[in-house]
């Protein structure tokens, strides 16, 4: 038990607009790398919408106060930990200037929020409450002002938001006209260098594009800055949004705890997500760097035009930039593949939220700390809340509200409530039920029962939305569940239409068919729930090969393969169904599907995947099983598989590496191809020779990764490192591989040994993140029965916290499964949670995420 008085959570319904507006903020940074001294003035006024006389509260961390003014006036004010307060006798009943000057510690600022170093690189991140560590301010995002900025200091490029107004010889002036939060304020000053485009928008026009980045790394950035103009050219046909300044810039730090960052006009982006080469970057990150830019991008007009009125409502620009981003990716690759890749993740993680102690609302309504709740249920569920009200009105529709939503708040800091009443006035629908996305937590169940009889065909659906913390009972949804009916042949006998439950218990008929159909049900997994239908082999083998929805039907080979995977972890000597290889086969045959479809139909269930399946069965299943269990199924899809040589060989893309995603689809084949191969070779023999020929990071992680996973990985990783050593990104897939594929025997011991690596530069997120969170991800390794893996984790934890608490509550989130272990499992997973919750001084991030698993 902890007895330090736990920080009180922040309510959605305490929710009062802000005392004190700021309508326009003048910064002047004098920038010096341990004592950086900000002068802030801030036109101010009382907030005619709130109640008047209220005490002027800026919030303030770790700020050293020079000197306050008010209107030119000294006033004598005592900061505390989280800020200030000026008494409301001294605040003018009439506009007035605030005037700060501050000094604050870049260097000493590990947490990576506010303002820090990289690499001798000056940076800030903002989001969520970051601003209140560069000045006093009423940090949150429901007050918007213009932003001008004057930087002093001796870096050759010096950029804040907005536009470049002036410049000499050791400062550079900005201003942004858009009035903003302050949590999209960005600065940056350093050695930089820029990759330089320009795109003319619709209406004519030229905006300058600049990336910048470290010397040495301006050769990777053209897919980026390519993605850019496809993202503008995008935003402008998908949803008439044209971009608003003459200049957009992007700067890549190694340095930052999450992907990127939208700055107004300034996005700041974790390197990662920037910088790729064919020899430096696989098929995936380029797919990733794609989609972030996309999502940064977007969030010009779903953030930053219109912004949140607070935190609680911050899927109302997560779950929709997210869903904006997915529609652009599908519209440039393949809406199936994309289909498929999202719930994939979405599985992965939003599921196995919603169904552990960290469960919320897609809107929460109670936070400690803000930043644990940029998670998966506001991003990813967030995303598919949008995704089923497209459906559920039709594109249409979808489009006019997002006109109106433009057109109503444009400038403004919204709610749900908003977003809601925009679709309701654009449609006339009532969607008081559809709300309850928003507020209810946990993932629908949907059982289907079906009844022929008569020439009529009946579905009858339940749905139940199981306990979450907090929310015991809960109500029916609206779930819209795209469904056709295919005849025993395989015809669409009744076209996809959507059916929309809003009943606990709801039946469908359909009439005037000749012959017993089989349901497609959630076609496009049109909505985010667990659906519950009895099948049997037959049903499953049938809909993979003759399914014409492509989700639903590689959604029948992954549950088929899910099905026999439970039963082999049962009885160990069940061997594998035939139909379900025959099946699979048949798939990787049909030359007439895009190869990416089909390396993702041949790829088996993650683990976690298996874990879950067979706990709905009624086990307590064992991790270091269920890999047993799924080696020997790749083993015997390897021997079903003739002429995996030869396809293998046919699938190799002629020419200079390209990103494109035919390509990559053929990549992606041809590993899953090599993967069941090297099944069949004990010495790895072609996983080598692929390591020793490949020309690009793909095809070179492909074989990395099997080398790895079969424990003949050291000379290629000597070779690798040798290699790579100076070059971060790829060491961070050196660590990554390691930690996620060794085989559980000595997982725990190679991680610690890694671990204490010289260049295992663990104050970097990326590279942390890519040993320890790597590791966690190992299911088997992590989780082997001696708890070596737990100690290992938890001593990481515990070391990381006190440097960046945000990146530590975020890996920390790894334990959200641990009641579904065994109790020896559990027993030591819970003396490692104890002994971080019992750390001293342990921050408020990690105490929240830690204290929530607990209960
Ligand atoms: N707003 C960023 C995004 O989703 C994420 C982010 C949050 C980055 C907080 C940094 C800090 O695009
Ligand atoms: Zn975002």
Redesign the pocket.
């Known amino acids: 038990m902890r007895t330090d008085t736990a920080p009180s959570p922040i309510r959605l319904r305490d929710y009062t607009p802000p005392a004190y507006l700021v309508d326009a903020v003048h910064l002047t940074f004098r920038l010096n790398q341990t004592a950086t001294r900000v002068v802030a003035r801030l036109s101010m006024r009382p907030n005619p919408a709130a109640e008047p006389g209220q005490d002027l509260r800026f919030d303030g961390e770790k700020l050293g106060l020079i000197r306050a003014t008010i209107d030119g006036q000294p006033v004598q004010v005592n900061p505390d930990d989280t800020g200030l307060t000026v008494p409301a006798a001294l605040v003018p009943d009439a506009p007035f200037t605030w005037e700060a000057e501050v000094e604050i510690d870049p260097t000493g600022n590990t947490a990576l929020e506010g303002l820090y170093m990289s690499k001798g690189m000056y940076c800030t ?1 903002c ?2 409450e970051g601003f209140r560590k560069i000045t006093y301010f009423p940090d949150r995002p429901d007050v918007m002002a213009t932003y001008t900025v004057r930087i002093e200091g001796d870096a050759p490029v010096m950029l804040s938001n907005g536009n470049p107004t002036a410049r000499g010889d050791g400062w550079a002036e900005w201003h942004d006209p858009w009035p903003k939060p302050s949590y999209l304020f960005a600065l940056v000053a350093g050695n930089l260098v820029s990759h330089d485009d320009s795109f003319t928008t619709r209406s004519g026009r030229k905006v300058d594009l600049k990336i910048y980045v470290r010397p040495g790394d301006e050769g990777k950035c053209a897919y980026a800055m390519d993605a850019l103009k496809r993202s503008m050219r995008w935003d402008e046909e998908a949803y008439g949004r044209e971009y608003d300044l003459d200049l957009f810039m992007i700067v890549a730090v190694d340095d930052f ?6 700055n107004k006009g300034l996005n700041i982006f974790n390197a990662k997500y920037v910088l790729a080469s064919p020899d430096t970057a696989t098929d995936q990150d380029y797919e990733r760097i794609e989609s972030i830019i996309a ?2 991008y977007f ?1 010009n007009w779903t953030g930053n035009r219109i912004t949140c009125r607070d935190w609680f409502q911050l899927c109302l620009k ?1 779950g929709l ?1 997210v869903y904006r981003d997915q529609q652009f990716s599908g519209d440039q690759r393949s809406h199936a593949v994309k289909r498929i890749d999202d719930v994939l993740m979405l599985r992965a993680r939003q599921f196995r939220e919603d169904a552990g102690p960290l469960a919320h609302p897609v809107r929460p309504v109670e936070y400690v700390e803000i ?1 644990n709740f ?1 998670t998966a249920t506001v991003y990813e569920k967030g995303a598919e809340v949008i995704g089923m009200l497209r459906r559920l009105v039709g594109p249409e529709a979808y489009r006019r509200a997002l006109d109106l939503y433009f057109e109503r708040h444009d400038g403004q800091a919204c709610t749900i409530e908003d977003w809601i009443a925009v679709f309701e006035d654009a449609t006339g629908r009532n969607l008081s039920q559809f709300s309850l996305w928003y507020a209810q937590s946990g993932t629908p169940r949907v059982r289907v029962q079906e009844t022929w009889k008569d020439g009529v065909f009946t579905l009858t659906f339940s749905q139940t939305l199981p306990p979450t913390p907090g929310q015991p009972d809960k109500e029916p949804m609206v779930i819209p569940l795209a469904t056709a009916l295919l005849s025993p042949e395989g015809a669409e006998v009744v076209a996809e239409q959507v059916l929309e439950l809003t009943q606990a218990r709801q039946s469908f008929r359909f009439e005037g068919l000749s012959a017993r159909p089989v349901p497609s049900i959630n076609r496009g997994f049109s909505a985010p729930v667990i659906l519950e239908q009895d099948m049997d082999d037959a049903r499953r083998g049938f809909l993979l090969a003759h399914d014409t929805d492509p989700f639903n039907r590689w959604e029948a080979g992954r549950e088929f393969a899910r099905a026999v995977l439970v039963r082999m972890l049962k009885d160990p000597a069940h061997a594998p169904e035939e139909t379900l290889l025959e099946g699979l086969h048949a798939v990787l045959a049909d030359e007439t599907l895009d190869p990416e479809f089909r390396a993702l139909a041949l790829r088996l269930p993650t683990a976690e995947e298996v874990f879950d399946a067979a706990r709905r069965d009624g086990q307590t299943p064992d991790p270091a099983m269920i890999r047993q269990a799924l080696l020997r199924l790749e083993t015997a899809l390897a021997r079903r598989i003739p002429d995996l040589r030869a396809r293998l060989d046919a699938l190799a893309v002629p020419g200079p590496y390209s990103p494109d995603a035919a390509s990559a689809g053929k990549r992606a084949l041809r590993g899953r191809l090599l993967a069941l191969l090297t099944r069949l070779e004990p010495d790895a023999a072609t996983a080598r020779e692929l390591f020793a020929s490949a020309d690009n990071m793909t095809e070179t992680m492909q074989a990395l990764s099997l080398l790895v996973a079969t424990g003949q990985g050291a000379q290629a990783l000597a070779r690798f490192h040798e290699r790579w050593a100076s070059e971060g990104l790829v060491l961070d897939k050196w660590y990554a591989v390691q930690a996620s594929l060794t085989p559980p025997e000595n997982a725990p011991e190679l991680v610690a040994e890694l671990a204490g690596r010289a260049d295992f530069e663990w104050k970097n997120p990326n590279r942390f993140r890519s040993l320890i969170g790597a590791f966690a991800a190992n299911m088997a390794g992590f989780h082997r029965a001696d708890g070596a893996g737990y100690r290992l984790f938890a001593d990481w934890l515990i070391r990381l916290d006190p440097v960046n608490p945000q990146t530590t509550a975020r890996v920390a989130g790894a334990f959200e499964t641990w009641r579904q272990f065994d109790a020896g499992r559990q027993a030591l997973i819970l003396t490692q949670l104890q002994r971080i919750s019992d750390t001293k001084g342990l921050s408020k991030d990690t105490t929240e995420i830690v204290g929530r698993i607990l209960e």
């Open positions: 991140q989001e969520a705890n999450m992907g990127a960052m939208e999502h940064e969030h997560e930039t930043n940029y």
